[in-house]
């Protein structure tokens, strides 16, 4: 007996045929890296544009959602950036009496994202599917009991991180979590706690009735609505995008994008030369495949922003879609281990004339800049990877660049004079 075929939305009649070229720069548009930046709008423009900016614990120059800024607007400080992400940004009228006007909230898109404020509905699908679920990967003995208490101690000492509600863990490994870490966690799944900002890498948790503006704070919107919202905001931070693009934006499922795409706005096109197949390799064929109207309605041109990428860039954390668009492997090495290694622990690809031609693995010791290990795509990337060098050094406070090894010799003696 066979599998009933999958259902997918009516076929349209694509409303353009994009080259591969085209696709690629639409995307470095709608993603804030070619053209003007918008300096008006700054970080927390950056982050609704993007829709989800991700976080995670490795910290080498910095951490992954202060990269994700500074790759688009330069060098940004990062105490702005983090003033940015969780200082209050919500007009008077739109906030209840006891809010305290997040600009943000961390919560789960792509993984644990910062989000915007505005994106607080959009999100209800999720939450709903969590309180159906019953729990988490840990299970209380008395969840009704510990989520009261930490509800509790939030609403009268309030924001407080797992270590300031009684510790995060019970002395074992990592995973060995408190029960109270167990039941904030449960709390921020459901909705009822909000993480309103990071202090020394741990969340800091507060009442969702206080931290989210009253107009945003409900769940009403269906999950069709949610998703329809999501697709849309995907397709746009995107710019042209597959099904599976679309999905992996916010972690949806096919079938969750399938039924709500055709009420998206977004408009079907052709893209010549995109790889057929998701995981496929080899670049060629005709994709199916969604745009943004308006990233259709002039022709992305501007500066193309030179910058080192964090690996966890909605630029390319789709890896199967960094392959498709620029013909180029990207992997993280952080977990693989050490002999194994390719590109390094940290590789942060080089992004110069709309292209990755390059990527760095990097540390930092005092004030010397590191590059344990660099690899780039011909000569004419050595220019730009002194340049971002330069760049990412000033930025982080170091005022010495020191580059460990370079496979090719010819170039990396290019590359230290220009260093030097």
């Not at 070229?21 to 709008?41: H, T, V």
């Not at 995973?175 to 449960?186: F, G, L, N, P, R």
């Not at 197949?277 to 064929?285: E, L, M, S, T």
């Not at 990337?381 to 010799?409: F, S």
């Amino acid at each position: 007996m066979t599998n009933p075929p999958r259902t997918t939305p009516a076929t349209r009649r694509p409303e353009a045929t994009l080259r591969a070229d085209e696709a690629r720069r639409i995307a470095l548009r709608a993603q804030g890296l070619l053209g003007a930046p918008d300096r008006r709008g700054g970080v927390r423009g950056m982050l609704r544009r993007l829709g989800a900016v991700q976080l995670d614990t490795i910290s080498v120059l910095a951490r992954s959602h202060e990269l994700v800024p500074y790759a688009r607007l330069g060098g940004v400080g990062r105490t702005a950036v983090e003033s940015a992400y969780w200082g209050a940004d919500v007009p008077a009228p739109r906030r209840s009496p006891e809010a305290t006007g997040a600009a943000a909230f961390e919560y789960w898109s792509h993984a644990a994202c910062v989000l915007p404020i505005e994106e607080w509905p959009n999100f209800a699908f999720r939450r709903r599917a969590r309180r159906a679920k019953g729990h988490r990967w840990h299970v209380l003995d008395d969840a009704e009991r510990s989520c009261a208490a930490v509800l509790d101690r939030l609403k009268a000492d309030g924001p407080l991180t797992s270590t300031d509600l009684g510790g995060a863990k019970n002395g074992g490994p990592w995973w060995d979590w408190s029960e109270t870490k167990i039941a904030v966690e449960w709390l921020l799944d459901t909705g009822e706690v909000v993480c309103t900002q990071r202090r020394g890498w741990k969340r800091v948790y507060d009442l969702a009735e206080r931290a989210v503006p009253g107009d945003l704070l409900h769940d009403d919107l269906a999950d069709t609505e949610c998703l329809r919202r999501l697709v849309a905001q995907a397709g746009a931070a995107l710019g042209v995008a597959t099904r599976a693009d679309l999905a992996d934006y916010h972690r949806l499922k096919a079938d969750q994008v399938d039924a709500v795409i055709e009420d998206t706005g977004l408009v079907p096109v052709e893209v010549e030369g995109w790889a057929t197949g998701r995981g496929a390799a080899a670049r060629g064929g005709t994709a199916e495949a969604w745009a943004d109207p308006a990233a259709l309605s002039t022709e992305p041109r501007g500066r193309h922003r030179t910058t080192l990428l964090s690996p966890f860039d909605s630029l390319i954390w789709d890896r199967a879609r960094t392959q498709r668009i620029f013909d180029f492997t990207h992997r993280l090495e952080a977990y693989v281990p050490k002999p194994q290694r390719i590109h390094g622990y940290f590789a942060m690809p080089l992004l110069a004339g709309g292209r990755l031609v390059g990527r760095v693995d990097p540390a930092r010791e005092g004030r010397t800049l590191v590059a344990r290990q660099i690899s780039v795509r011909g000569p004419k990337a050595v220019t730009p990877m002194a340049k971002a060098l330069q760049e990412a050094a000033e930025w982080v406070g170091c005022d010495t660049i020191r580059v460990e090894r370079m496979d090719d010799h010819k170039l990396a003696a290019e590359l230290m004079r220009q260093l030097a």
